[in-house]
């Protein structure tokens, strides 16, 4: 898989020293931390169905909630264990008895548990003095592990603790049985050099692993992660998309994939990221940005002229690595930057060889379509080529729509009649469909070639109101049996009539097609 990378020379100089990064933990809190992001609350279901695809994606430990929260959380951290997965499964819980009863109570056998040590919290929050603070963190370590957990335990707003108290209070947990130690960067106001020497003289102080929680909210949660690995941290706190309170968490896939590139640390299966990205974003319903790195629309989306030219040559001129090494694809986008290199190749992807000599006429459409930032999809492509090529369409249509009835209704199966005229010659077909939709355009189709295939449909409304002009558009494929693909499109109030009439646009437009453009 190294061959898929094209990673800098100067950072193998830089890390050549760090041979201590070789075993590193990925801890994942996406049913923790990455849940109490504002706008996400998963169902017991939506819960199970991630934990499915974490273990999956072979994350070493999943903290899988907080079981004191409700009687619904420990039932479904429950339903976790009992799957019995690889992961060790983990619960949340606060320095206090009846938190660790309920981890008890789910049957994990793994707790994280946490109290504050800033003056910060301790003052305002807390209301406790740091002798109590440390009581109690030592007190329900201790309970923990009388009771058969494994303890990680945190000091919760770490990086504006003191580190003389921070350290007392870490060595103390270690000497009461915790397995590991968590750094917890609470607010996200720490850089890399301060976590860099953070961990360091933690590292110094104690024997057990040390782990690092890091929150986004200046923008350097993987960076000050990667500097506490550096460091020697050796447990990585992360969560799927990098969701989580406020700006969120270290993302998963930031990590895993800087360690793999930079560090030669494999943690996790790079392949299984990019599925396991879109299915927690499709579950949460939180929607990541464009330029997300690693996962997100535009990691290996391209536009200008130039960069594709570099990327279809060789994709490692553009890209730090391929797409296939964490599951996405490449995504080639047509617009006002665009090259003619990256129209060329688009077309001969879908099956369209477009003469040369009129190459400088489709790009001057295509740019004066795209001012305003406008992306063109492959549908519009193939239609602006057809555009260019036939401006003179045939007079009169080969497909008339003489006649359609649509039957639909709750608990009513969709059907629809139709009867067309081909070359003079009228068919009558009836179809049944999964909506009224489905149902007018396999009877259209199968009226005119049964080999025609539906490549793609799309509709819109062009305002926000239930009363909206709708646009639709169809790629059809085999009108006349040749293989060639066509496009129409149709606006209108009336959702089936409009997806009908864009239909026998297309239908209409291949039969007028001119010879010039043929399928490859």
Not at 201 to 212: F, N, Q, S, T
Not at 274 to 292: C, D, H, Q, S, W
Request: aromatic share 4%; with cysteine.
């Amino acid at each position: 898989m190294r061959e898929m990378l094209a990673i800098s020379p100067f950072n193998q100089v830089a890390l050549r020293s760090l041979s201590h990064v070789d075993d590193i933990q990925i801890f994942d809190t996406t049913l923790r931390d990455g849940e109490q992001a504002p706008g996400i609350a998963l169902s017991a279901d939506e819960k199970f169905r991630i934990a499915l695809a974490l273990d999956e994606l072979g994350v070493d430990i999943m903290e899988a909630g907080f079981a004191a929260s409700s009687d619904i959380e420990k039932e479904t951290i429950k339903r976790i264990v009992a799957e019995k997965p690889q992961a060790t499964i983990c619960s949340l819980a606060r320095s206090v008895k009846s938190d660790v009863d309920a981890v008890i109570d789910t049957g994990v056998d793994y707790i994280h548990t946490f109290i504050a040590t800033s003056d910060l919290h301790m003052k305002y929050k807390l209301k406790m003095s740091p002798e109590d603070v440390k009581a109690h963190a030592v007190d329900m370590v201790e309970y923990a592990c009388d009771h058969g957990l494994k303890v990680q335990f945190s000091c919760e707003d770490a990086t504006r603790s003191d580190l003389g108290f921070m350290t007392e209070v870490y060595k103390a947990v270690e000497e009461a049985g915790a397995c590991s130690v968590n750094v917890p960067d609470t607010v996200g106001v720490i850089v890399p050099q301060g976590m860099s020497y953070l961990i360091g003289e933690l590292r110094k102080a104690l024997k057990i692993p040390i782990a690092v929680h890091c929150h986004n909210d200046m923008g350097l949660a993987v960076a000050n992660t990667l500097a506490a690995v550096e460091a020697g941290a050796s447990i990585c706190h992360v969560t799927i998309n990098g969701i989580g309170e406020r700006t969120g968490n270290a993302a998963l896939e930031e990590v895993a994939v800087n360690l793999f590139a930079n560090y030669g640390v494999q943690t996790v299966d790079l392949s299984k990221l990019g599925p396991t990205a879109k299915l927690v974003e499709r579950i949460t319903g939180f929607p990541m940005a464009y330029n997300k790195a690693i996962v997100g629309r535009n990691a290996f989306a391209h536009e200008s002229g130039i960069h594709v030219h570099g990327v279809m040559g060789n994709s490692l001129t553009y890209e730090p690595f391929k797409p296939e090494m964490v599951g996405v694809d490449r995504h080639i986008v047509i617009g006002k930057h665009s090259g003619v290199h990256s129209v060329k190749g688009r077309l001969e992807e879908l099956k369209v060889r477009f003469p040369d000599e009129h190459m400088p006429e489709l790009m001057a459409t295509i740019k004066e379509i795209a001012v305003g930032g406008k992306e063109i999809d492959d549908a519009e492509l193939v239609a602006i080529a057809e555009h260019v090529l036939w401006k003179k369409e045939a007079s009169v249509q080969t497909a008339v729509l003489d006649s359609i009835a649509v039957m639909t209704g709750k608990n009513l199966t969709s059907t629809a009649t139709v009867t067309i005229t081909l070359n003079g010659e009228p068919r009558t077909k009836a179809e049944i469909g999964v909506g009224p939709v489905d149902a007018a355009l396999k009877a259209i189709s199968e009226a005119v070639n049964d080999n025609i295939s539906l490549e793609e449909y799309k509709l819109a409304a062009i305002t926000g109101g239930s009363d909206s002009i709708c646009e639709a558009t169809v790629m059809v494929k085999n009108v006349q049996n040749d293989g060639n693909l066509s496009v129409g499109k149709a606006v209108g109030l009336d959702v089936v009539q409009t997806s009908v009439d864009a239909l026998m646009a297309a239908i209409n437009r291949d039969f007028a097609r001119n010879i010039t453009v043929k399928k490859e």
